[in-house]
């Protein structure tokens, strides 16, 4: 969202900024054309120097950096010849003046925000009544499903339940992206996690044709309840779903690993390496990788937003790692997402 405010010009950008690799023209002062992209790097954050004698200022916001660029700080070494041979009048700036655009662009963005907040919340009332009788699909598709078990029913009571478990897994993920607090609603239940986690792998396995069928692997076991919201699916269900979608060899991988109280559970899928920079904005609202967008794979970005907010409701971490095994294999990598339930 802050990179669409800058670039429609809602916030003012006297100076030139850059967002998300995009570099935004200045109003006043326009990109300088001897900069480059290691000049203006978001890798500091506060004020540095490159080597054409130019300032860039960088600050973060909601996890997004935000680089004010290509400015002139005058020192007190600086001559009026070396002003003139670098042609920087018009880029000089005081820092208090860019400290200042910091400040006022921190307030609108809240406020922006909050607007933005309270309007899809409205848009999303009346979706209470669609979330009613999608519980009510679910809830009767559960009890036929349970009377003989997921792998003995009919191959259309399956889908129509794997179904209703997907447009549970929308609704939900929608009310967390209008709604963040959602997910601590309700208490907190001694839950039997192992359960939960096959039960959600056997449906997202289910595929009504054997050549697109997905074999999910859980590895390792769990002794121990865990004291869970309601909202904790959302996490193996955004974990899953996402495996299921962007793997292109193998089995996917469950692994348990229980220490004490402590539980570890990874998801493993093999498909397109995630470098460090993509691992960094995995969880932005409405993210997608570049490869991801490439596929003919319809997603939104919104559900590792959703697992993050509900992992922080949760004071749960969640980390990724992503490791190239063959280059001569157009760099398949194994990807792991773990959670950290403490």
């Known amino acids: 969202m802050i990179k669409e405010l800058l670039e429609s010009e809602v916030i003012e950008t006297p100076w030139p900024i850059l967002i998300e690799k995009s570099l935004v023209n200045g109003t006043k002062v326009k990109p300088s054309p001897t900069c480059n992209d290691a000049c203006r790097t978001t890798e500091v954050i506060g004020m540095h ?10 600050r973060e ?36 003046s860019v400290f200042l655009w910091f400040r006022q662009f921190e307030t609108k963005l ?11 919340k409205k848009r999303f009332d009346p979706f209470h009544e669609f979330v009613k009788w999608a519980n009510e699909i679910k809830f009767y598709s559960s009890r036929l499903i349970n009377k003989d078990g997921f792998e003995k029913s009919s191959e259309n009571l399956r889908s129509l339940h794997k179904t209703s478990v997907m447009l549970m897994d929308s609704l939900d993920t929608a ?38 069928r997905v074999k999910i692997n859980l590895m390792g076991r769990v002794k121990n309840l865990h004291r869970v919201f309601e909202s904790f699916k959302i996490i193996p269900l955004s974990l899953i ?23 570890d559970f990874s998801v493993v899928s093999y498909g397109d390496f995630i470098s460090e920079e993509e691992i960094k904005s995995l969880f932005k609202r409405g993210y997608r990788t570049k490869k991801a967008e490439s596929m003919n794979v319809e997603g939104s970005g919104l559900g590792l937003y959703a697992l993050k907010v509900v ?19 157009k760099n398949i990598a194994r990807n792991i997402f773990t959670v950290s339930i403490y």
């Open 49 to 58: 120097t490159c080597k054409h004698n130019l300032t860039h200022f960088t």
């Open 110 to 120: 809240v406020s922006i925000e909050s607007v933005i907040n309270l309007q899809a």
């Open 175 to 212: 009310a967390l992206y209008v709604n963040p607090e959602s997910a601590t609603f309700g208490r907190k239940r001694e839950t039997d996690l192992y359960s939960m986690i096959h039960k959600i792998s056997m449906v997202l396995s289910h595929s009504k044709t054997n050549k697109n």
């Open 61 to 96: 916001f909601s996890g997004m950096f935000v680089t004010v660029c290509d400015l002139y700080i005058q020192s007190s070494n600086s001559t009026k010849q070396s002003n003139k041979n670098l042609k920087i009048k018009e880029r000089r700036v005081s820092k208090e």
């Open 311 to 329: 992992a922080e409701a949760h004071e749960f971490q969640v980390t990724v790692r992503s490791e190239v095994l063959d280059t001569t294999r």
């Open 241 to 263: 779903q996402n495996a299921v979608k962007y793997r292109k060899c193998n089995d996917i991988e469950i692994v348990f690993d229980e220490r004490d109280t402590k539980l």
